[in-house]
């Protein structure tokens, strides 16, 4: 891999007509380089069979193809598989595939580790290193198909990282989905997931994308999501909520809440009154997402004193929020195994 060349993947086609003019080439140039990059997925010029012999050995010359190595895989009883891959400067980042009966969802990360300090999560203890480019983003689709019999069908922006924090670069990765020459991948069966950088959620509704949004809620609460998410302190739950109702109505799609059971902290009565005064008010969903403990990770501070919340009182939880009209969803815990579950990529790495 050359670390030196310009990466071609992770330009949209807007970007690829503008250097293809820059270069003096006919702008449909542009539409040929996508399709074979996106939709052919080659890895080397020369393969570009209906571009000429001196634009592909002018091309090869400056601009690079390739973003990621493979690393490694590891597959869990359940189906899940983990992908490690590797960036040209080094880092290591995962991907996750994890199949259903109607689904192939692809967990992609954004950035290596993540500069946030969710209390819950492993990939928060690993810190953080730097963001991913669009075409990192990206490759790890185009890779992670070579990685799995079926169609990938959805994309979760829920991996490493926090993608409204490498915001340009998640853009750019969900303008490529977004094109219409795209085969396979379509906004409608793509999540961004954020921790709540509200002005970042008002610009992407704004874009007019509508990549399906969620927010990891954890707490109606202020005091309470401060001590789990401590990123609530710059950008508080208020905001946040005005900005996903914001995104709601501009984008004309279902908000999903996402909220970790942890016990004693969210799993309270008073936690179930507040969920159900909130959906009433923002159309959304609930994913309730068993917590996955990270006492083995011997963390210190606030994480050291977060528990997972039983099986019953989650049981519990959510019948009392689905007798009360709230769509509420129990989260899998696919590959807690091979630590691909949520919250816990990076954890090999410590
Ligand atoms: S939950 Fe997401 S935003 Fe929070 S530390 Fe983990 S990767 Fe970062």
């Known amino acids: 891999m050359n670390k030196y060349k310009t990466q071609l993947k992770g330009l949209t086609l807007e970007e690829l007509q503008s250097l293809f003019l820059e270069m003096g080439e006919a ?14 997925r080659v890895t080397s010029f020369d393969k570009m069979e209906n571009l000429s012999k001196p634009l592909r050995a002018k091309l090869k010359e400056n ?8 690393a490694s ?13 590797e960036t040209a400067d080094g880092n290591k980042i995962e991907s996750v595939i994890i199949p259903d009966e109607k689904r192939n969802t692809l967990c992609i990360s954004t950035q290596v580790g993540c500069p946030l300090d969710c209390k819950f999560c492993a990939t928060g203890l690993m810190g953080y290193k730097k963001n991913l480019s669009a075409g ?21 922006y829920m991996g490493m990282g926090e993608p409204l924090l490498n915001y340009n670069a998640t853009l750019n990765s969900l303008k490529i989905f977004a094109e219409a020459l795209t085969k396979g991948i379509t906004l409608k069966k793509t999540i961004v997931s954020t921790s709540g950088i509200a002005p970042k959620i008002i610009e992407l509704a704004d ?37 996903v109702a914001y995104y709601a109505m501009k984008t004309k799609t279902r908000i999903t809440f996402e909220y970790i059971m942890l016990k004693g902290l969210n799993d309270r009565d008073e936690d179930i009154k507040a969920l159900i005064k ?3 008010q923002i159309p959304s969903k ?12 011997h963390p210190t ?26 769509t509420v969803m129990i989260r899998d815990t696919q590959g807690d195994d091979i630590a691909a579950a949520c919250g816990q990529l990076a954890l090999k790495f410590k």
């Open 27 to 40: 702008k449909f140039r542009a539409l040929q380089v996508f399709n074979w990059m996106y939709n052919f």
């Open 63 to 70: 601009y690079s193809l390739i973003t990621l190595n493979f």
């Open 73 to 85: 895989s590891e597959l869990s009883a359940g189906g899940t598989k983990k992908l490690i891959f």
């Open 136 to 156: 990192e983003i990206f490759d790890q689709y185009l890779l992670a198909q070579q990685h799995t019999e079926r169609d990938i069908t959805n994309i979760v």
């Open 207 to 243: 874009t007019g994308l509508k990549p399906k949004l969620a927010l990891s809620l954890h707490s109606c609460f202020e005091k309470t999501r401060s001590k789990i998410m401590p990123i609530n302190e710059k950008y508080s739950l208020k905001e946040n909520l005005e900005a």
């Open 278 to 280: 909130l959906t009433n």
């Open 286 to 297: 609930i994913n309730v997402i068993p917590f996955n403990s990270l006492q083995h990770m």
């Open 301 to 326: 501070g606030f994480s050291a004193s977060l528990f997972p919340t039983e099986k019953n009182r989650i049981e519990a939880f959510v019948q009392k929020l689905r007798d009360n009209d709230v």
